[in-house]
Each structure stands twice: as C-alpha cells, then as structure tokens.
C-alpha cells in the first residue's frame, strides 16, 4: 500500500486493487504537486468537512471516474443533486467496504459549503479510522484537540494524519497532547503552511515527539506500506 501527500489534507491511497482520495483539494490547492488530470482512476473519496479546502474537487473527480463518496449524511444530499455515488455515514458510524474498513471519529470544528452567495449547513465535520490491509490509518480532518482522543488509544494506530496550522485546527502544541492521548505508531503532520493564516514549523513537532515516528512529508512525497 501507498500513501501519499498531496499537501494540505489531500492524500491519494493506492492499494493493489484501489485507489481512494481523502480531502481532494488539488486544483486549488497551491501545494498540490499534480494536476487532476495526473490523478488515476480513483475508486472512493472520503471527504472529512464540508469546507472547500476539504471537499475540494471532488465533484469533478466522482463525476470523471464515477467514484463513490463516503461522508457525512448531509453532504451526501448536497451531492446527489449531481448524481454522485454516495454511502453516508455519521459520528461513530463503521461500514465494511471492498477495500477495508471505515469508521467516522468525532472532530470538532465548523462543515458548510458556499454555494454562490448561499452558505449550505453540511452536516457534523468528521475525522476517518481506516483499516486497510492489516493497516490502521486514523485522518483526523480539521480538528482541535479533543479528551475524545484518548479513545483512539485502544485502537493501535500504525499512522495518524494530524493537524498542526493552529488558528483553525491544532496547532503543535495541541497535537504533542493529542499523540500521547493516541498513542500511534507513527504521525504524519497536516494543514500546515499553505496559506500564511497557518503556517507551522513540523519539525517543532518532530523534535519533541519521543513516543514515535513523525514523518515530514513534502507534498508528493509518500510511504510504502508493506
């Protein structure tokens, strides 16, 4: 199994079978180091919030590839006005799908979408624990830190995507606190440093991290997962 940062949120997640997007902010993403037309066949989108920096381009991307979107209950009727395949899902919700499992975590933080001069309510934001080939990936989305987290514990995280721009997520002292409330094998930082609004030093994070791996990844670098 691949895993690989597209910056921001965006992570493209091949297996030997599947290719499965979280957060597709890629068009607009300033960060982004491929172009849509670089992705390949995507299979599944897994979109955390309503926010255009999440949902990103996944419209474009499901209508392309007639991909089928797992998210929240009202984000999946905001997109089936465009006949997107969806599956939703709620807070605590765990569904079984072809590729592993998907289990929707709490986060606490805003979801709505613009839509012209309209601000469309879209539902509780989320974070996503994956199973996949033997491999507990845990998204966290946009969150601050939450005792909520500690729960995760139990669940022996091999990597967790977490966020330290502060200002709109944690920042990294919040997510120091959040590792030792999860306990994961390994971390991988997000949505940090793409717009000015939250920039942040990861190695900030890394330096004063003992309990395990933190792995910096460039947009478009990735980690083979074996």
Do not use: W
């Amino acid at each position: 199994m691949l895993v690989k940062y597209l910056g921001h949120s965006a992570f493209l997640i091949q297996t030997s079978e599947y290719n499965i997007l979280i957060d597709p902010f890629i068009k607009d993403n300033p960060n982004c180091p491929i172009n849509l037309k670089e992705l390949p066949h995507i299979d599944y989108i897994l979109v955390t919030h309503g926010h255009s920096d999440h949902i990103g381009d996944t419209i474009l991307i499901s209508k392309k590839y007639n991909s089928t979107v797992i998210c929240n209950f009202e984000i999946s009727l905001y997109l089936s006005k465009y006949n997107i395949k969806c599956i939703p899902m709620h807070i605590g919700g765990r569904i079984q799908q072809s590729f592993g499992k998907v289990k929707m975590i709490p986060a606490l933080h805003g979801s709505s979408i613009y839509e012209g001069t309209h601000l469309i309510y879209a539902g509780n934001p989320c974070g996503f624990l994956l199973e996949i080939e033997n491999t507990k990936l845990y998204h966290a989305g946009d969150t601050g830190l939450s005792i909520e987290m500690k729960l995760l514990e139990y669940e022996n995280i091999d990597f967790a995507m977490l966020p330290i721009g502060g200002v709109f997520t944690m920042d990294v002292d919040d997510c120091i606190k959040a590792i030792e409330f999860i306990n994961p094998k390994n971390v991988i930082p997000i949505h940090f440093n793409t717009f000015d609004a939250i920039n942040a030093n990861p190695n900030l994070l890394k330096d004063n991290v003992k309990s395990c791996n933190v792995s910096i990844l460039n947009p478009g670098e990735d980690i083979q997962i074996k």
